[in-house]
Every structure is written in C-alpha cells, then in structure tokens.
C-alpha cells in the first residue's frame, strides 16, 4: 500500500511505425514517443535503464523490490499492449545475405532469468523493412544443455519494420540458452536490417474498444517484478493496418 | 505521513471528500479515439472559463473540484472514481487529472506563429524528468472545415528547441483534445512556445494548449452501468495541494452526459 501510495504514473505514449498488418506482435522501440525512441543495435549489447529508449526510473535499492503496480492503455483500434524487460539485443543483420550471420545474444546475469530461461523469450526484430520475398531462416541455438541446434523460422514477404517474430524452438525439450547465428534460405530482395532480441514479460494489457482505457491494476497486472537495471519495452499486437497510437499510465512500486 | 497500511487506506476512503461529477452533454469528440475535455461543459464541477493567455489553474479555478488543502504533512489521494453509462449505448472511459497551465484564444485562421507560452508550474508533482506531464492541443470552438498541419515549436528538457507536427482534423470540433508527442528522438517537451498552421481552417474557431498529470482512470462503462475504479484500480493518484481536477471522457459516437463522482482522501 505504502509503495503505491509513494509512486506517480509515468505517461507512456507511442506511435507504431506504418502500416502494421494484424494478428502480428511488433516492437516500439525504434518509434518516438515516451519513452524516446531506442537506437537501432549493433552488435549484441545488454539494455538497461540507461540505454536510450528504455523507461526512465531509478531503483530504490536495499531491501526493495520494484514491481508493476498499475498499467493502463488505450489506443486508436484494438490492441494488446506487453511491457516487457528488455535484456539483450541485436541488430544490423541483412535480408539479402545468404550466408551464416553471426547473433551471439545471450541473456545477462541479475535480470532475474529464472535458472531454466523459462521465463525468456526470444524474437527476430526487424529495424527495416526487408524485401517481397518471404524467406525461411535457420536460426541456430545453444540449448540450456549445451547443445547446439537449429530450429526454422518464416520471415514473411515485406517484413515491416518493428514486427516481432517468436523463435520457439522445435526440438522436444529444447530451451533456447543463446542464439549463435542465423541463416537465410535467399535473399529478401532488400538488405532491411533485423536482429535479435531476448527479454522477460512483465505486463500485458489488452484495449478492446476503440475508447476504452484498459486498466491492470496492481492486483489484475500481476505485479511483475522489475529488476535493477531493467530496460522497459513496449510492444503490441496489431489488430489492423494502419498507424497506431497508444498511450496510457504505468506506476512502478516499489516496496 | 503518508498512505502507508491498507487500515490508513481504509481510513482515508471512509473519510473521503466525494465530490458528484454530473456534467452536460458533450457530441463525440471526432470519433477517433482520442479525448473529450469536459473543462467547459456545465454541471459539476462547474463549466470553466475559455483562457486567453496561459495561466496556472489552481483548485480555485472556476472548473476545478473544490477541495481544501490538508494540514502539513499529509497527502491527498484519489481514493475512488466512479463512471456511470450517463445513458448511453456506447462504451466510455474517464480521467481525472491535474489541470496544470492552459492558455486559449489561438485562430483557426492565422497562419503566422501564434504565441503559445505554456509551461509546468512548480509544486504540483511534475516529475524532474517530466515523465510524468502530457501536453494536449484544446479546442474551444469548433475549427473549419479545411484539414491543416499545426506546427508546435517547444524547448525541450535539454532546454533545446524542438517542433512537432500535429494534424488538425476536419471541422476540429469543441472539446476534442489532441495529445502532442514529439517526433525528436530524445526530446520531451519542457515548454510550448508558439504553433503555427500550415493554412486557414476556414473558421477562427477557439483553440488552444493545455499541460496536465494524470492521476486517476476509470475503465468504460456500457448504457446504465456504473463503473468503480477503487482501492487498486485508482492506483492512489496523488493529488499536489492547489490542484485542479478536472475530467475527460472517451466514447466512441453520438453524445453523452457524464455522471460519476471521485473521492479524495487524505493520510
């Protein structure tokens, strides 16, 4: 209640980049807004509170934890937005290299990853658009046995800047550790550029009305525990093509 | 002091000042998602004054819900706010927020730089980074019918200056508020100074700028049914001394009259 009580809203605002198709998760870290814009990476890098893009708050330390304490969203069609700790990334990959592509990401120490990397989860991150060929990608991975596999991914025709795609992988029992290189099966068309991004789900809230706030409050949000250094992301997922603009509250607590 | 156990909570919401919002009728403010300022709209509180240049709004402006600053020490909170469907059909959200400076009287049709001078007033929670302030072009009278780019030129935290454009719909209706996010990698806006139109509206109209904090919302409510955003769901907005409460609404057509009320509580 204390923690509540101390903390104030952040205004959270963000515009998507053009024309998203629907029924796809995109990312809103290269868009402007608050929190600003991030840069596109390079080479694989750990995002903190510090790294342009991130939510600004400083950790109040000691013997308290911060969490989500209250998240709400509105948004000009129906969306789902989800925060997320943004761990590592990488970027500057190219649609039309059709050999091995080194990624190297793997997740940072004390960002509270649990021991079996069940709470990450992993993406292909497009920062510019790629080209009209839809191509298969062999993503290739160190499980958290240490053993390296592959798995494949669709990366569509014309792969907007900003969408998300989900790297699950296929073999039985494998957890992705970190992601070692990827593969194009052919070119895009267009060089674009994409990486990769691994980052731990803290809050997901869901606008299902043009003119609805949709509120998570500190009970329905989960309370999503929010670690020192954490590099807070935003994302959605797109109900339709166009141009979106989301804003809402955030109130970190801590406590 | 501050809130600090659920039993101060309790006793905060027991002895809450709760102020009944019943505000007119307002038509949908453009129909595009965004908000319907119901700081002229008649009822209670009472309409507020069109501003002509910025001025900070206090808890004593015409507008702003009537409370009286707590003793020294203690913190007033949003303990509840309530939404009810205000009779119709459509769904609709509400904020409360702290109204902190606005300023009006800006032609529709004049396209030199109009000045605009709006800026965060001290004491009233504004965080140092101002993360916490959303700034919003007003609109007193309805606008023309001719779409145009407003041009918002600001200085930013870094204390450079910036601009950003925003668009101004088609016969940009009374009420509607138009938030504004800069486009500067970087910038978040410290002052509004002056905006310009890229062309005539057609119409003079009445706008102007408005900057606020927002310290409570309340989820959509559907034809008679009331909405509670208490306890939790009001996340215990803090309310600075001097405040100006103030509301908007979100509904997808027609029009609607908003009834409602909010509760403030003290510890």
Redesign the interface.
């Known amino acids: 209640m204390a923690a509540l009580a101390a903390a104030d809203f952040y205004a959270w605002a963000k515009n998507s980049n053009a024309v998203p198709a629907s029924n796809q998760q995109y990312s809103l870290w290269a868009t402007n807004g608050s929190p600003v814009a991030g840069a596109v990476p390079g080479a694989a890098a750990t995002c903190t509170t510090a790294t342009t893009g991130a939510v600004p708050f400083t950790y109040a330390g000691g013997s308290s934890l911060a969490y989500v304490g209250y998240f709400t969203t509105q948004a000009l069609q129906l969306a789902c937005m989800v925060v997320y700790d943004r761990l590592a990334h990488m970027g500057g990959l190219s649609g039309t290299s059709v050999a091995a592509q080194t990624v190297s990401l793997s997740v940072p120490g004390s960002r509270l990853a649990s021991a079996d990397l069940t709470n990450v989860e992993w993406y292909l991150e497009v920062y510019s658009d790629l080209g009209s060929s839809g191509q298969t990608a062999t993503v290739t991975y160190v499980n958290t046995s240490s053993v390296s596999h592959t798995v494949g991914i669709t990366v569509p025709g014309t792969a907007r800047a900003g969408l998300l795609t989900r790297v699950i992988p296929t073999v039985s029992g494998d957890v992705i550790q970190s992601i070692t290189s990827i593969q194009l099966a052919g070119s895009t068309g267009t060089a674009g550029n994409f990486g990769f991004t691994c980052a731990r789900r803290l809050v997901q809230s869901a606008a299902s009305n043009m003119n609805e706030i949709d509120i998570q409050d500190v009970m329905s949000s989960g309370m999503g525990q929010i670690p020192n250094n954490a590099c807070l992301w935003f994302t959605f997922l797109s109900s339709g093509a166009s141009t979106l603009t989301m804003s809402g509250s955030l109130k970190i607590i801590q406590g | 002091m501050?809130?600090?156990?659920?039993a101060?909570?309790q006793n905060a919401a027991n002895g809450a000042l709760i102020t009944p919002i019943m505000k007119a009728s307002v038509s949908n403010a453009q129909n595009?998602?965004t908000f319907t300022s119901l700081w002229t709209v008649a009822g209670n509180p009472p309409a507020g004054a069109v501003p002509g240049a910025a001025a900070t709004c206090t808890s004593a402006t015409t507008g702003a819900v009537p409370f009286t600053n707590p003793a020294g020490g203690v913190?007033t909170?949003v303990t509840s706010l309530v939404l009810n469907g205000g009779g119709t059909s459509?769904?609709?959200?509400m904020?409360a927020y702290d109204r902190l400076q606005h300023m009006g009287g800006l032609s529709g049709t004049v396209t030199t730089a109009q000045t605009v001078n709006l800026a965060v007033p001290a004491s009233r929670?504004a965080?140092a980074?101002l993360?916490?302030?959303?700034w919003y072009v007003e609109c007193y009278t309805t606008l023309g019918t001719t779409s145009q780019t407003l041009t918002v030129s600001y200085t930013n935290t870094a204390s450079g200056a910036g601009s950003v454009a925003v668009t101004i719909p088609v016969s940009y209706r009374a009420a509607n508020l138009i938030?504004i996010?800069?486009?500067?990698?970087?910038?978040?806006i410290q002052t509004i100074n002056t905006c310009t139109l890229g062309g005539s509206t057609g119409t003079a109209g009445s706008f102007g700028f408005t900057c606020l904090?927002?310290?409570s919302?309340?989820?959509?409510a559907w034809g008679f049914k009331s909405l509670n955003?208490t306890a939790?769901?009001t996340?215990?907005?803090?309310v600075p001394n001097n405040a100006c409460i103030a509301f908007a609404v979100?509904?997808?057509s027609g029009t609607i009259a908003t009834c409602g009320s909010i509760g403030l509580g003290v510890?």
């Open positions: 501050a809130i600090t156990t659920v101060q909570f595009n998602g913190t909170y459509a769904p609709g959200s904020i929670n965080l980074d993360s916490n302030i959303e938030r996010v800069p486009t500067t990698a970087g910038d978040i904090r927002r310290i919302s309340v989820q959509s955003s939790f769901q996340a215990l907005g803090i979100l509904f997808n510890g």
